[in-house]
């Protein structure tokens, strides 16, 4: 192993909006859920227990969720966004006893496959208070939705419309439906892009008036009730700028419905997609800040078109299940790589990568990471962390300042990895996907256990 990195080796290679920090064992507030803080031996503490004693039990990698940041973060969005139906996007991270928790804080669930039903049924969320999302459900999962009498449909296609339409006929159950519209603005953080027309899979186009279409057919099948418009602009949404373009083209098309077809649809779905701070660059509006901006774009946008504003819900998954988990990891080697430019990169490879948090590898995300286990002295190197798997883009944090000691036995936790980590977790390589704890006042709870290596032969047959 080369020797210690001089400090500034690695001027150039690191991001622009990455600096080096002034304490290297310190946390950023901002990126933590709301209990994780460093004790005076540098030691990551969440939920009142120290995340190295925590892990001796269940091993690395592991999911770390603090369950009361989790109720707070639901709390805040069904308290900021009053008189809206906060729908809990199941698929950013979904297990009974989370879907427990939304039951109990008063929220709603968003499903989008008959897997995401069972464990929200299993968690004890009421079927009225569920929405099933999805662009090709089956005819399975929207026989056994509707028989069970779930809260709303968001149809996806014409197709769907004379499905729902004719299981309502058959079973003689009501289908409650949304339609599913393209606005045709597509946002991601600060940008977002309005188009009139949408390459995309998702939803009936407004421009080319298929969407009108849609409500119409709808409303003219026996059994099937129009709840209202629906539309989910994106993700990682930072302010209200692009979601006011979407919501004043929904509202003209809500209107024209009311106009021209005789039915005032009671609701509409302003969709998910509000961000998260993964790393010191990211900046989102907090839910309350988020809230208040939205609701003064419909109401002015309805006092404009002279209608009665509707019943509104929105769908935040990693707003609020983000931020509540981190995910721990050991170092087990360390390497450091010389650049073309001369600088240097410091590699650590951890037990765990792609098939825990595929997103760096699919959507270029950036994280962001801290020593866990102990503080260090150590001049920080710029460091890349990256997984175990045989593929050169398993990265786990592209860019971060660690301590120049960072060792094998290390602990390294990355925060914010609540959302689309355990849920889009993959068994590449035959990796048992990690554990979930909970931990709340001192106590843990393995809520999600490790999987093991009968899991993994218990679909082989031989
Ligand atoms: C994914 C999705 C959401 C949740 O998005 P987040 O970015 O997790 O808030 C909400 N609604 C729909 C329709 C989605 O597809």
């Known amino acids: 192993m080369a020797g210690r990195v001089p400090p500034g080796d690695y001027a150039g290679s690191s991001p622009h909006w990455l600096r080096e920090p002034a304490d290297v064992n310190a946390l950023v507030p901002a990126l933590w859920s709301s209990t994780a803080t460093k004790d005076a031996e540098g030691v990551l503490r969440i939920g009142g227990l120290a995340v190295p004693d925590l892990v001796a039990d269940v091993n690395t990698p592991a999911y770390v969720l603090d369950e009361d940041d989790f109720r707070a973060r639901a709390r805040a969005f069904r308290d900021a966004f009053e008189g809206v139906d906060v729908y809990y996007a199941g698929k950013s991270f979904l297990c009974t006893t989370v879907a427990r928790w939304i039951a109990e804080e008063g929220l709603f669930l968003d499903v989008c496959s008959d897997g995401e039903l069972t464990v929200a049924l299993r968690g004890g969320v009421e079927a009225e208070r569920i929405g099933y999302h999805g662009n090709n459900k089956t005819p399975m999962e929207l026989r056994r939705a509707i028989a069970l009498g779930v809260g709303r449909i968001v149809v996806d296609s014409f197709h769907e419309i004379e499905r729902v339409a004719a299981i309502a006929a058959e079973t003689g159950m009501p289908a409650r439906v949304m339609v599913r519209v393209t606005a045709g603005v597509e946002a991601h953080t600060h940008e977002f892009i309005a188009t009139a027309h949408e390459d995309q899979k998702f939803g009936f186009s407004i421009s080319s008036g298929d969407a009108f279409e849609a409500a119409r057919r709808v409303i003219a099948a026996d059994g099937v009730e129009l709840l209202g418009l629906h539309s989910h602009i994106g993700s990682q949404i930072f302010d209200t700028a692009g979601f006011e373009v979407a919501a004043r083209r929904v509202l003209a098309l809500h209107a024209r419905i009311a106009a021209e077809l005789g039915v005032v649809p009671p609701e ?195």
């Open 268 to 462: 509409m779905d302003l969709g998910g997609g509000f961000g998260i701070a993964y790393t010191s660059q990211d900046d989102p509006q907090p839910a309350a800040e988020l809230a208040a901006g939205m609701r003064e774009i419909v109401v002015h946008e309805c006092r404009g078109l002279g209608i009665e504003t509707p019943r509104i819900s929105i769908e935040p998954g990693r707003a609020i299940v983000g931020p509540t988990m981190c995910t721990v990891y050991t170092v087990g080697t360390v390497k450091q790589v010389q650049l073309d430019a001369g600088a240097v990169r410091t590699y650590v490879s951890v037990d765990g990568g792609m098939s825990d948090n595929i997103r760096p590898a699919l959507y270029d995300a950036d994280y962001s990471c801290t020593l866990a286990s102990r503080a260090s002295s150590a001049v920080p190197v710029l460091a890349r962390v990256v997984g175990k798997h045989c593929e050169s883009g398993d990265i786990v944090v592209k860019d971060e300042f660690l301590p120049g000691d960072i060792a094998p036995g290390d602990l390294i936790a990355v925060p914010g990895t609540g959302a689309y980590g355990r849920s889009m977790a993959s068994n590449y390589n035959h990796a048992l996907r990690p554990p979930v704890v909970a931990v709340k006042d001192g106590v843990a709870r393995v809520i999600v256990r490790r999987e093991t290596v009968d899991d993994l032969l218990a679909t082989d047959l031989g």
